[in-house]
Structure formats: structure tokens, C-alpha cells
């Protein structure tokens, strides 16, 4: 089992930029896919976008291409995901997460390990 602590969401106007941060401890973060997921009021848990353990195989929604960057430092066991141009639609509490395995799944069930989740709210 994994452990992750979200950081970094907040309240920023339309069109800003955030960086949110994941960092792990527990597991060989080096062998882990990292992701990101989101969540807003009365709707399912989405894929946001993702890292594989060789940090060159990433995944994206296409709703935050070109918008959004996911990172990883192995050293520091530490996912990031750089948010910019933010739309009110991005409004939600994402999620860090780790799956045990190859590729990157964007299918909730497949990840093994969750934060506890960070608000972020984009006023229009």
C-alpha cells in the first residue's frame, strides 16, 4: 500500500494557473503509474491525466490537453500536475492516485491507492 497527501489546490480566477503536488511514501514510487483524477458536485470521478513509472509513457483527458502538464520526480516520490488556462469547468476536488501496474488507465477502478483529495475552485 501507498500513501498520498495532496497539496497546492486553492481559489484562482478564470484563466490562472495552478500546480498541484502528490507526494507518496510506502511503496517504490519509481514502479507506481501516477494520476490525477477530479471530482465536482453531483458528478463521477473523472480521469484527469496520468504518468507512467518510465515517466515518457503520459495520458491526458481531452478536456485539459494542451492545458494541463502531469510530472513526476522519482527522487522526491512526487507527482505533479501544472494546471493552466483554468476554466470554471475545472472547478472540482482532484485526487491523486497509484496503480500497480503497466500503462496508464484512466478507469478509477484499476488505481489501488488514493489521496484525500484537494479543492480546486475557478471563479468566472
Not at 36 to 53: C, M, T, Y
Not at 70 to 75: I, P
Not at 111 to 119: A, I, L, R
Request: with cysteine; proline share 2%.
Amino acid at each position: 500500500q501507498v500513501q498520498l497527501v495532496e497539496s497546492g489546490g486553492g481559489l484562482v480566477q478564470a484563466g490562472g494557473s495552478l500546480r498541484l503536488s502528490c507526494a507518496a511514501s510506502g511503496r517504490t514510487f519509481s514502479s507506481l503509474t501516477m494520476a490525477w483524477f477530479r471530482q465536482a458536485p453531483g458528478k463521477e470521478r473523472e480521469f484527469v491525466a496520468g504518468a507512467a513509472s518510465d515517466r515518457k509513457n503520459m495520458r491526458y483527458a481531452d478536456s485539459v490537453k494542451d492545458r494541463f502538464t502531469v510530472s513526476r520526480d522519482n527522487a522526491k516520490s512526487t507527482v505533479y500536475l501544472q494546471m493552466n488556462s483554468l476554466k470554471h469547468e475545472d472547478t472540482a476536488v482532484y485526487y491523486c492516485a497509484a496503480h500497480q501496474g503497466l500503462g496508464v488507465p484512466n478507469i478509477a477502478d484499476y488505481f489501488q491507492s488514493w489521496g484525500q483529495g484537494t479543492q480546486v475552485t475557478v471563479s468566472s
